[in-house]
């Protein structure tokens, strides 16, 4: 997909993944060597601050999620206790960023919105484009409906029924976030919302903040 060899994702949670797991999955269809970051677990009924208890359940949902998707993955909580310190920590997940960029050299980074309402979100995507500038090609901000209410959407990602299957099975790996919404109807609907904007059957929007071509 235009061209791209290699892709990151940087989250910051470790389910974000569900919002654009058909693009991921596309990429990695079309070619591409794709890899997730994810800097902290994300909370469960039992663990709502997203500590060690969520950790050990998020870890082994998410691995199921990286491996359904055919991605590499790395959970790097860095020194975060949960991820409402992540605000405490935008420095090191700045410098890490950096460094992956430095070292990786991807040409497409998926990243979330600093305009998004979850703090831990905003924090990470705004830590993201500070180092991105130069460094990464493409550059896109994924949009979560239901955290981000001035979205502008310019870029839509078609998908097929393969990589919409990928996204259920993504969106069914984390059993231990049901309690919070219905994700696997709510996002389904979506891409399917999303699609008839640009008169396809099913896709997943972004809004570009670069993109070099």
Same mark, same amino acid.
């Given at each position: 997909m235009?061209?791209?060899?290699?892709? !990151? &994702?940087?989250?910051?949670?470790?389910?974000?993944?569900?919002i654009?797991?058909?693009?991921?999955?596309?990429?990695?269809?079309?070619?591409?060597? &794709?890899?997730?970051?994810?800097?902290?677990?994300a909370?469960?009924?039992?663990?709502?601050?997203?500590?060690q208890?969520?950790? $050990?359940?998020?870890?082994?949902?998410?691995?199921?999620?990286?491996?359904?998707?055919?991605?590499?993955?790395?959970?790097?909580p860095?020194s975060?206790?949960?991820?409402?310190? $992540?605000?405490?920590?935008?420095?090191?997940?700045?410098?890490?960023?950096?460094?992956?960029?430095?070292?990786?050299?991807?040409?497409?980074?998926?990243?979330?919105?600093?305009?998004?309402?979850?703090?831990?979100?905003?924090?990470?995507?705004?830590e993201?484009?500070?180092?991105?500038?130069g460094?990464?090609?493409?550059?896109?901000?994924?949009?979560?409906?239901?955290?981000?209410?001035?979205?502008?959407?310019?870029?839509?990602?078609?998908?097929?029924?393969?990589?919409?299957? !990928?996204?259920?099975?993504?969106?069914?790996?984390?059993?231990?976030?049901?309690?919070?919404?219905?994700?696997?109807?709510?996002?389904?609907?979506?891409?399917?919302?999303?699609? $008839?904007?640009?008169?396809?059957?099913a896709?997943?929007?972004?809004?570009?903040?670069?993109? !070099?071509?």
């Amino acid at each position: 997909m235009f061209g791209i060899k290699k892709a !990151v &994702a940087f989250f910051a949670h470790s389910d974000d993944e569900m919002i654009c797991a058909g693009t991921l999955h596309r990429l990695v269809r079309e070619g591409s060597k &794709a890899e997730i970051i994810a800097f902290s677990p994300a909370a469960t009924e039992e663990d709502r601050l997203g500590g060690q208890k969520a950790a $050990l359940i998020l870890h082994s949902e998410w691995s199921t999620s990286v491996r359904r998707l055919g991605v590499q993955g790395r959970f790097c909580p860095l020194s975060v206790g949960n991820s409402r310190d $992540l605000a405490d920590h935008g420095q090191e997940v700045c410098q890490y960023v950096y460094d992956y960029c430095e070292v990786e050299k991807p040409d497409l980074a998926i990243i979330l919105s600093p305009h998004d309402e979850n703090t831990a979100h905003a924090v990470v995507g705004r830590e993201c484009e500070r180092v991105m500038r130069g460094r990464v090609p493409h550059v896109w901000r994924c949009i979560f409906p239901w955290n981000y209410s001035g979205e502008r959407p310019n870029l839509y990602v078609r998908l097929e029924e393969g990589d919409m299957e !990928v996204k259920r099975n993504v969106i069914n790996a984390y059993q231990s976030q049901k309690f919070r919404y219905r994700y696997l109807e709510m996002l389904m609907a979506q891409v399917v919302v999303d699609g $008839l904007s640009v008169k396809v059957d099913a896709a997943e929007k972004f809004e570009i903040v670069r993109s !070099v071509l």
